[in-house]
């Protein structure tokens, strides 16, 4: 269920409009390539659809809604007997919905075959639900949105915006509980769900309301329309309580603004990626973490490379970790814990020593292919190699991928790369996926090399070899 999202920009450079897809906070100026950023001030992006209905249209609408059974006016039918119900004052409500998106990973286990399934996800929610019941979310739409970016001073005085009303941490269960609908199965003895970076965007949806005169209801009654695709949404009785007539929801004040997107350091342009957070700067090798609106730098940690390396570093984070299960009665914080535990985990393991803790890498990138991310960092987790960590130089021709999952993100995805890693079907490990719990001792960003072959990359440690395009996007 992908809705294509579209975000106008007014660049603060040239003065140009361009559009970018929803949810990325960086992205280039298709009139003059200057690398923008949407500025929140660490809130929450929001971002607001304009009504496409002109007032004729919606007088139209109501009709055809409302007085299609009534004669017209050169009716040759006789005299009318019902009096046509005229619409009155036309106001726009701005709808809120949590727009979710992330990698979602579904683990199961029957006893026989393990399963994991994993893709990129997206959902709409309603953020506040008084009004427009029939507009529960705003997925599966044949229209392109446009949207704008937020700003509480554009509001006028027909226009409501609705308050939130639900959570983000509401709007998260609500998400899992809908990634996992329609995955069950009765003959699994073990199944689990897990949304990895899902990211959360505020977006306003106009609603057309128009007030007219209902007999059979006391007081006003609004008939509701979609301001975007014109479809009736039944009508409501207008409890002026409960909705804000504040135009702009004047105590939030907001507005999304775009900047430019530079190093600190060097003023050069920081290469754009969606809502990727560290940076790393081509010109002067800095890399930056972006805090909220502040830049901070980071210090870089490397695997080591082959001599005469070309190829690009993507950013893992590597988690030292042991784990334990009630249930199944078992510790495993050693590499020779694994080598009894893990399916052919003898036979895998046999070069490594076993007192070596446990290791696990995590590509710190919200990948367009959930799957290629885990099955990569399963590959590693697998073999358990000891890789070295480099102090040397970092050449500023390097390519470095930005990272755009943070750690607690990353932390989510070790139970269901676990889960493929450990990798049995008996008993004894559906009593283990069902309680396990991990416990990280170390956490570190590292940047991985991987050589470049066309239009693959190249793991030089594990010999593995996967499509750049699953990692990033374009
Ligand atoms: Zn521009
Ligand atoms: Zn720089």
């Given at each position: 269920m992908q809705t294509s999202l579209f975000v106008s920009t007014r660049c603060p450079e040239c003065n140009g409009s361009a559009r970018h897809l929803e949810g990325a906070h960086t992205f280039t100026?298709?009139?003059?390539a200057s690398v923008l950023r949407c500025q929140t001030e660490g809130r929450t992006l929001k971002y607001v659809i304009s009504p496409r209905l002109e007032r004729d249209e919606i007088v139209v609408a109501f009709n055809e809604a409302f007085n299609k059974a009534l004669p017209n006016s050169v009716s040759t039918s006789g005299s009318a007997e019902v009096s046509p119900c005229r619409p009155g004052r036309i106001k726009t409500i701005y709808k809120p919905f949590w727009y979710c998106k992330g990698m979602v990973y579904s683990c199961h286990s029957s006893g026989t075959k393990n399963g994991l399934d994993a893709r990129a996800w997206s959902h709409t929610f309603e953020a506040?639900?008084?009004?427009?019941?029939?507009?529960?979310t705003l997925g599966l739409r044949s229209e392109v949105l446009e949207a704008d970016g937020?700003?509480?001073?554009?509001?006028?005085?027909d226009d409501i915006v609705l308050p939130i009303t639900k959570s983000k941490e509401e709007a998260r269960k609500e998400a899992v509980a809908a990634a996992e609908w329609?995955?069950?199965?009765?003959?699994?003895k073990y199944h689990e769900t897990t949304i990895v970076g899902e990211r959360f965007v505020l977006l306003y949806y106009p609603v057309i309301a128009v007030e007219y005169s209902d007999k059979e209801e006391n007081g006003t009654t609004v008939a509701l329309f979609d301001g975007v695709a014109g479809t009736g949404l039944g009508k409501e009785v207008y409890n002026k309580e409960e909705s804000t007539e504040v135009p702009g929801n004047a105590e939030q004040e907001y507005r999304v603004k775009f900047v430019t997107h530079r190093c600190a350091n060097c003023g050069h342009d920081l290469k754009p990626g969606d809502s990727a957070l560290f940076f790393h700067c081509a010109e002067c090798s800095r890399l930056w973490l972006l805090d909220g609106d502040d830049y901070r730098q980071q210090k870089i940690t490397l695997l080591a490379a082959n001599d005469g390396f070309k190829g690009a570093y993507i950013p893992f984070w590597r988690f030292e970790l042991s784990l334990s299960s009630k249930a199944a009665g078992l510790e495993l914080g050693r590499i020779g814990d694994l080598a009894e535990f893990m399916r052919m985990g003898r036979h895998t393991l046999?070069?490594?020593?076993?007192?070596r803790p446990l290791r696990f890498f995590v590509p710190a990138m919200l990948a367009p292919n959930p799957g290629a991310v885990i099955k990569l960092a399963a590959r590693i987790g697998t073999f358990q190699k000891e890789l070295p960590v480099e102090p040397g130089e970092v050449a500023e021709s390097d390519d470095f991928l930005n990272v755009s999952l943070p750690v607690q993100d990353a932390k989510e995805m070790l139970r269901p790369l676990i889960f493929l890693v450990i990798g049995r079907i008996d008993r004894e490990a559906v009593k283990f996926y069902s309680d396990f719990e991990i416990t990280v001792a170390k956490k570190e960003l590292v940047w991985y090399p991987f050589e470049e072959k066309g239009a693959y990359l190249l793991?030089?440690?594990?010999n593995y070899t996967f499509p750049r395009r699953s990692l990033v996007e374009g």
């Amino acid at each position: 269920m992908q809705t294509s999202l579209f975000v106008s920009t007014r660049c603060p450079e040239c003065n140009g409009s361009a559009r970018h897809l929803e949810g990325a906070h960086t992205f280039t100026c298709s009139f003059c390539a200057s690398v923008l950023r949407c500025q929140t001030e660490g809130r929450t992006l929001k971002y607001v659809i304009s009504p496409r209905l002109e007032r004729d249209e919606i007088v139209v609408a109501f009709n055809e809604a409302f007085n299609k059974a009534l004669p017209n006016s050169v009716s040759t039918s006789g005299s009318a007997e019902v009096s046509p119900c005229r619409p009155g004052r036309i106001k726009t409500i701005y709808k809120p919905f949590w727009y979710c998106k992330g990698m979602v990973y579904s683990c199961h286990s029957s006893g026989t075959k393990n399963g994991l399934d994993a893709r990129a996800w997206s959902h709409t929610f309603e953020a506040n639900s008084s009004v427009a019941s029939a507009l529960t979310t705003l997925g599966l739409r044949s229209e392109v949105l446009e949207a704008d970016g937020f700003d509480s001073e554009q509001f006028g005085a027909d226009d409501i915006v609705l308050p939130i009303t639900k959570s983000k941490e509401e709007a998260r269960k609500e998400a899992v509980a809908a990634a996992e609908w329609g995955v069950e199965n009765p003959g699994w003895k073990y199944h689990e769900t897990t949304i990895v970076g899902e990211r959360f965007v505020l977006l306003y949806y106009p609603v057309i309301a128009v007030e007219y005169s209902d007999k059979e209801e006391n007081g006003t009654t609004v008939a509701l329309f979609d301001g975007v695709a014109g479809t009736g949404l039944g009508k409501e009785v207008y409890n002026k309580e409960e909705s804000t007539e504040v135009p702009g929801n004047a105590e939030q004040e907001y507005r999304v603004k775009f900047v430019t997107h530079r190093c600190a350091n060097c003023g050069h342009d920081l290469k754009p990626g969606d809502s990727a957070l560290f940076f790393h700067c081509a010109e002067c090798s800095r890399l930056w973490l972006l805090d909220g609106d502040d830049y901070r730098q980071q210090k870089i940690t490397l695997l080591a490379a082959n001599d005469g390396f070309k190829g690009a570093y993507i950013p893992f984070w590597r988690f030292e970790l042991s784990l334990s299960s009630k249930a199944a009665g078992l510790e495993l914080g050693r590499i020779g814990d694994l080598a009894e535990f893990m399916r052919m985990g003898r036979h895998t393991l046999r070069d490594e020593a076993p007192e070596r803790p446990l290791r696990f890498f995590v590509p710190a990138m919200l990948a367009p292919n959930p799957g290629a991310v885990i099955k990569l960092a399963a590959r590693i987790g697998t073999f358990q190699k000891e890789l070295p960590v480099e102090p040397g130089e970092v050449a500023e021709s390097d390519d470095f991928l930005n990272v755009s999952l943070p750690v607690q993100d990353a932390k989510e995805m070790l139970r269901p790369l676990i889960f493929l890693v450990i990798g049995r079907i008996d008993r004894e490990a559906v009593k283990f996926y069902s309680d396990f719990e991990i416990t990280v001792a170390k956490k570190e960003l590292v940047w991985y090399p991987f050589e470049e072959k066309g239009a693959y990359l190249l793991d030089p440690f594990h010999n593995y070899t996967f499509p750049r395009r699953s990692l990033v996007e374009g």
